[in-house]
């Protein structure tokens, strides 16, 4: 029996992954049916040894090589790597083994949690850990040694790669290495870290570059999200490696022709055949599991994937699966009632977790109650495939009873959920707007001085950071990111990486209010989505053609000022760089598949890879975004927008605003305007408006006897009234033409209004009452003392009220004026 109190309600939209365990087989990938599987490359029948066999050298051959491996090589470096050859080895030396692999592996230098090799250096020598550095870049480079992924990256190197290179011997890799120091979209940081992933992937799986396949380095790309541990961006959060190197290896040819291009598209998931979304749940009789796959199939003509996919989880997972574990020798879909109404119980509930409601089971039903009915109109044409399974339908009309009810209620939901953020729009329009424009000119004066440098903006001073990475970055690249310190808050900031989130935050907002298209339609627009219409007259109009995510009408809003501006800043920002917006591949989420390359607005290059923004990527925005907000502003607080929410804004705009239901719905995409009605939220001035429209034809169809002209007398006792209403603290709120029937103890009256100016009045009043109280202490007069008591708590909570009043900010109405004749 599930305990009530401990229930709580999940839909599928709040349902949240199961957090990973520490080390748990899951956390590798999330790609876990890849077409291609992640291995690594088998050892190869003879191994590169650029400089022959050492794998049992002794440390004086060893030495030996030191100077003369590398080109160019100075005696001093060559001595550097000779001391540090001398005390590596030496501790190997000790270790048990009969190669310098085996001795390596017993080091502890391999293990998952490696240390590094420094941790021998002595305290007493200055160089004994760049020495040690050196002779562990050698070794790997000689391929002495073969280390895992988490023994090599436990050390640093300054320059891995190019050295790593020059001792392979390799002119396929030194003609790889040209190409990609020629890429023309890649600055010298985006060529080192492919570089660097590439002689990595080559040390650590033991192989040459010829026997690097995809495979293996999906393998090596796995490996490093597990880890944490990529090129420039390590930690528990990093992305998959090599998507660099995997690119470059595409576009040289060095892959296997039909290769996805792109390791993203390598990794992820396709769609899955209709068998495969079956057999994704343990359906024990064939029968059934045949005949949905047939049903699927046939309705897979007439639905998109994401509708299959649901659909094969409410017929195999959520319903036959269940109706097997309640009665495993069922063997067609004649129920009983009794297992019906099992089964309904059990279905409003999650299967996983008893203590979860499922908030909308209805829509199961109806997807059960469709199978149904489909296999008896089916049977009808086709006797021979669907007769044997027509069933009497166990879901009757009654239990779906209600659903129409909530549907209504969902509907209420929304449209005061649009009510309550109606208001709270131009906060938000207002912070992304000031937020990027701070940012923008920061950046913009961060590049005009140099590292280290003070520099003052907006009555803050700042200053450029000077660190070695920076340093470092300004040698190397053209554009080096800004960094600045606030010195008023010691705050360190990126400057280049918050500008460029600030302004896709500023964009997706602008984008979301002015056009009111679904989230997945704005990441699908594209440069090829801008066109102009020209008016009889000359004037050009510029629209927006939006492709369909959810039917096949595509549509075209025209844009307004406000649109077509973000759209401009977007191309802007896209063609700084004189060239035309890049071609890129977008996945969609939902259908499970890629795009053609095409000239995406919303793309975005982190490190080196050139994405599409992302549908969670748009919804986390806006939710920092309200995060901020609520920083200073308490409406804010525990509340966000939703992509949807704009949507719903646009909606009620612009209907509210006097544009036609059916043209609205045209700009919607909506093909029912009763969707679009559910759309519009009803706002105060509508209702106040439709009551005086009632009340104006009330009156006319009352007698003109009752609308009589009011005399001196009664407009003077009108008067008269509210000046007696008028008392020392305030307002008596008492109804017009009664008396006071307090015996005027205002303080105790609840129809007391208290002016907020008169709280000094009351602080008085307060100070005396307690007086009173301590001299009837004194005399024991304790009829008084309770007296005095409920006074008291009368006179502090109007003291709070008159407080809380005074907190208000005063509203502007306005001068009243009369109406302008009509007609």
């Known amino acids: 029996m599930v305990n009530r109190t401990t229930v709580e309600i999940y839909t599928v939209r709040n349902r949240r992954p199961r957090p990973r365990t520490e080390g748990s087989e899951a956390g590798a990938t999330r790609f876990q049916a890849a077409v291609l599987k992640a291995a690594p490359a088998p050892r190869p029948e003879y191994p590169p040894a650029p400089f022959g066999d050492l794998t049992t050298a002794s440390v004086g051959d060893l030495c030996g090589l030191a100077t003369e491996i590398l080109r160019g090589t100075t005696k001093a470096k060559g001595e550097k790597r000779r001391q540090g050859i001398r005390l590596l080895f030496g501790h190997l030396a000790t270790l048990p083994g009969d190669t310098w692999q085996e001795r390596w592996e017993a080091s502890g230098f391999n293990d998952e949690r490696a240390p590094s090799v420094i941790i021998l250096a002595r305290p007493e020598v200055a160089y004994d850990s760049s020495n040690l550095m050196a002779a562990l870049k050698m070794a790997l480079g000689l391929r002495i040694f073969q280390p895992s992924l988490a023994g090599f990256r436990a050390n640093k190197f300054l320059d891995y ?51 690097l396949t995809p495979p293996a380095l999906l393998h090596y790309s796995v490996e490093v999200r597990r880890l944490g541990v990529r090129h420039g961006g390590g930690g528990p959060n990093a992305g998959f490696g090599a998507q660099a190197a995997w690119e470059v290896l595409h576009g040289t040819g060095h892959f296997p022709q039909g290769t996805a291009p792109t390791l993203r598209m390598f990794i992820y998931n396709g769609q899955k055949t209709v068998e495969e979304l079956v057999d994704s749940y343990p359906i024990k009789n064939a029968d059934v599991r045949q005949l949905l796959i047939d049903y699927l199939t046939r309705r897979r003509a007439d639905t998109d994937y994401v509708t299959l996919r649901a659909l094969a989880r409410n017929l195999a997972s959520l319903f036959w699966v269940s109706i097997e574990k309640i009665n495993p020798s069922q063997k067609d879909l004649v129920l009983s009632p009794e297992l019906y109404e099992q089964w309904r119980a059990d279905l409003q509930y999650w299967q996983n977790d008893k203590t979860k409601v499922r908030k909308y089971f209805e829509t199961i039903l109806l997807a059960v ?25 166990p879901v009757l009309p009654r239990d779906l009873k209600g659903f129409g009810t909530r549907q209504r209620e969902n509907h209420r939901n929304m449209a005061d959920r649009t009510r309550v953020r109606q208001p709270l729009l131009p906060v938000l329009v207002q912070h992304v707007e000031s937020r990027h424009e701070h940012l923008a000119a920061l950046l913009a004066a961060g590049r005009e001085v140099p590292l280290g440098e003070m520099f003052t903006l907006g009555g803050r001073r700042y200053t450029r950071t000077d660190s070695i990475t920076d340093r470092r970055r300004a040698r190397l690249l053209k554009d080096p990111p800004v960094r600045v310190v606030d ?88 063609t700084s760089d004189g060239k035309p917006i890049p071609l890129v591949s977008r996945y969609d989420p939902h259908e499970k598949t890629w795009s053609e390359p095409m000239p995406f607005l919303l793309q975005r290059k982190i490190g080196t890879v050139l994405g599409v923004l992302a549908t969670g990527t748009a919804l986390g925005m806006l939710r920092r975004s309200c995060k901020r907000i609520a920083e200073t502003n308490r409406a804010f607080a525990g509340m966000s927008f939703t992509p949807h929410d704009f949507r719903r804004l646009f909606a009620t705009e612009v209907v509210n605003g006097g544009l036609p239901i059916h043209i609205g719905a045209a700009l919607l995409g909506h093909m029912n305007l009763q969707t679009t009605q559910g759309y519009v939220a009803v706002f105060a001035e509508d209702v106040v408006k439709a009551y005086q429209e009632f009340l104006n034809h009330r009156r006319t169809a009352r007698p003109e006897g009752e609308y009589v002209e009011v005399t001196n007398q009664e407009w003077d006792d009108f008067e008269e009234h509210f000046d007696k209403r008028r008392v020392e603290l305030g307002n008596c709120a008492r109804p017009y033409g009664s008396s006071c029937q307090h015996e005027h103890a205002c303080i105790r009256c609840p129809m007391l209004q208290v002016n907020p100016k008169m709280l000094p009045r009351l602080a008085e009043i307060e100070k005396d009452l307690v007086l009173r109280r301590k001299r009837a202490e004194e005399e024991q007069w304790l009829g008084e003392i309770e007296g005095i008591d409920i006074t008291l708590t009368f006179v502090r909570t109007k003291q709070a009220d008159a407080a809380r009043l005074s907190r208000r900010s005063p509203v502007v109405l306005g001068i009243p004026t009369t109406r302008p004749p009509s007609g």
């Open 161 to 211: 790669a190019e050295p790593f290179c020059q001792l392979q011997r390799d002119p396929q890799l030194d003609d790889l290495f040209a190409t990609i120091n020629s890429h023309p979209q890649w600055n010298l940081m985006n060529r080192m870290r492919a570089k660097f992933d590439i002689a990595c992937a080559l040390t650590t799986q033991g192989i040459a570059l010829a026997d």
């Open 369 to 393: 109650r469709g199978f149904y009915v489909d296999l008896h109109s089916w049977a009808v044409a086709e006797p021979e495939k669907w007769a044997r399974w027509v069933a009497p339908c």
């Open 487 to 574: 010195l008023g808050t010691g705050e360190t900031t990126d400057v280049t990486m918050a500008e460029d989130i600030a302004f896709w935050e500023w964009a997706i907002v602008e984008l979301l209010r002015h056009s009111g298209i679904r989230v997945e339609e704005l990441t699908e627009l594209t440069h090829l989505s801008i066109r102009q219409y020209q008016r009889p007259n000359g004037e050009v109009i510029a629209l927006l053609v939006v492709a369909p995510s959810k039917n096949n009408r595509e549509r075209v809003i025209p844009m307004s000022a406000e649109l077509f501006h973000v759209i401009a800043q977007i191309i802007r920002r896209q």
